[in-house]
T-cell receptor, first 114, second 112 residues
Framework: NAGVTQTPKFQVLKTGQSMTLQCAQD?????MSWYRQDPGMGLRLIHY???????DQGEVPNGYNVSRSTTEDFPLRLLSAAPSQTSVYFC?????????????FGDGTRLSIL | TQLLEQSPQFLSIQEGENLTVYCNSS?????LQWYRQEPGEGPVLLVT?????EVKKLKRLTFQFGDARKDSSLHITAAQPGDTGLYLC????????????FGAGTQVVVTP
């Protein structure tokens, strides 16, 4: 039972570099989302998708891009990494986005920007 | 400013004591969820409350959803060290379908 798989688990980048955080789920969930977690801030929504081909912005979308070409995958792209993007990133999926279904989370990607 | 305000931010108690965590907002939610997160892992769902005034019990955990669907509470009776973790509330506003937003969390530490 893979559930939600995030790769890589750890990454160190230099300021200005770009990279893609991968997220895949095998539960045929329509809803997927990306959060970042910083100390004292809880989880803040970056982008979300209610189905393949549909994405929308969350609370803190600046500096990040997403696409949803398949139901299974929802990659998060950092265009030009900045130290303020140092964080733990979580991907989640759910059968739908009404907030009354369980969100299944990956184990996170710990990202440091130097 | 967080959409969902959790209090307290940190709670340290002895095994056997009771505790209550609060989640408040000025917005109305279609439902609220409570998650627990342990170090190095993603949050795991504990419960979803959907009806104003609803009370749900999960063993020693009791969850309430306010009548106006703007707030919720989590009460743990006779806490055990295994209850240690970060407790997060989350919800989708009635006018923002799809945007599941979280509170900042309450770190609970239960010592033997």
């Amino acid at each position: 039972n893979a559930g939600v798989t995030q790769t890589p688990k750890f990454q160190v980048l230099k300021t200005g570099q770009s990279m893609t955080l991968q997220c895949a789920q095998d539960m045929n969930h329509e809803y997927m989302s990306w959060y970042r977690q910083d100390p004292g801030m809880g989880l803040r929504l970056i982008h979300y998708s209610v189905g393949a081909g549909i994405t929308d912005q969350g609370e803190v979308p600046n500096g990040y891009n997403v696409s949803r070409s398949t139901t299974e995958d929802f990659p998060l792209r950092l265009l030009s990494a900045a130290p303020s993007q140092t964080s733990v990133y979580f991907c989640a999926s759910s059968s739908q986005g009404r907030g009354n279904q369980p969100q299944h989370f990956g184990d996170g990607t710990r990202l440091s920007i130097l | 400013t967080q959409l969902l305000e959790q209090s307290p931010q940190f709670l340290s108690i002895q095994e056997g004591e009771n505790l209550t965590v609060y989640c408040n907002s000025s917005s109305v939610f279609s439902s609220l969820q409570w998650y627990r997160q342990e170090p190095g892992e993603g949050p795991v769902l504990l419960v979803t409350v959907v009806t104003g005034g609803e009370v749900k019990k999960l063993k020693r955990l009791t969850f309430q959803f306010g009548d106006a669907r703007k707030d919720s509470s989590l009460h743990i009776t006779a806490a055990q060290p295994g209850d240690t973790g970060l407790y997060l509330c989350a919800g989708v506003r009635t006018d923002s379908w799809g945007k599941l937003q979280f509170g900042a969390g309450t770190q609970v530490v239960v010592t033997p």
